[in-house]
């Protein structure tokens, strides 16, 4: 007996920003697939700011990282009220398990897991093929649809892209005008912290960036980071020569995440640390100059690096040879080993080419 016509989807991916604005490209993908079916989208409510207004959302399912178990069961039960009849899980652990396992859906999507049997219905395994400027992050998704005979093409009809309203970006313009900041200059986004100690740059090595950003004609830089590294911005800061700082303004600041990326959305260029920030950037159409951290695998997450518009640098692009030896979870454990190597020098010249290229006198 076949499963009952597929009209109502679920795809599932917890955590992190980059994470829930990449596999929105699954909710486009189900709605060329499926155009007339509902395709909902369980995420954090941290991150929906990404994804409010995606035209192929058609509803999404909250919920916080941490649950208490009454918040559990409510969640179970909105699960197994949708009757769902496919459900893509595209986080894989334990939290969309709890999710899958009472949903009732004939069809569950998901990597292949130690958990496989008891969840899914169709597996895919991560591939370390790439083939597209997508990267494996978006390649990998897209497997748990498609069979790899497609995914050179599927990789190419979608990118990842958020919805800002007139009125967000009539904001945005209000209050880059109001400090006084011209909007015909060059406008800078700066990523200047990663979401951990081990995917951040050293203090010094982001103050020369600053530094070199302030140095280009006409340029006003912006800053993006959580409210609880202020202090570690303003040791930062403190680095840059005084007469460069003075064209950083940490003060033009989004109070939450849809006013971030309203200001992102005037943005030239967005240079710095790996990161949602990044994601986010490309999503607007904003050119991005992109540092990894030396654990972080580049190809999963360098989507549409064509050394033009996006640029993604990683340590082992200039010194492979470091890496011999070392496992990644050792890289990781030894990062400020790594970053250490990882000199301002190093990538010069292809920042100073990058900030004449997207100016906006541009070359």
Known sequence: MNPKPIKKILVIQQKMIGDVLISSLLCSHFKVLYPQAQVHYAIHQGTQAVVQGHPDID???????KKSWNQWRKLINQIKKEQYDLILDAYGKLESLMMILPSGAPRVYGHKKWFSLLAYSRTSKPSSQVYTHAGNAIEDRLRLIYPESEIRVKAQEFRP????TPKEISWAKE??????LDRAKTLV???VLGSSIDKSLPAQTMAQI???????????????????????????LALVPEK???CVHPEVYGQNLREFLALLSHMNYLVGN???????????NIPTFTLFSPWINKAAWNSFDDGQIHIGLHLKDFTPDLFQGFSNKEVRKNHQQFYKAFTFELFAPLLNSFCLRHSSTGQ
């Not at 892209?161 to 800002?164: A, T």
């Not at 790996?274 to 607007?284: F, H, I, Q, Y």
């Open 59 to 65: 509803q999404f399912i909250l919920s916080t990282p």
């Open 189 to 191: 986004m700066v990523s």
């Open 274 to 284: 790996e990161g949602g920030a990044v994601n986010m950037a490309k999503a607007l």
């Open 161 to 164: 892209k958020i919805y800002l």
């Open 244 to 246: 460069n700082r003075v």
């Open 210 to 236: 600053l530094t070199t950003l302030a140095q280009q004609p006409n340029t006003h830089i912006l800053l993006n980071y959580m409210p609880h590294q202020k202090q570690s911005v303003e040791a930062i």
């Open 175 to 180: 209050i880059i005008d109001a400090h006084n």
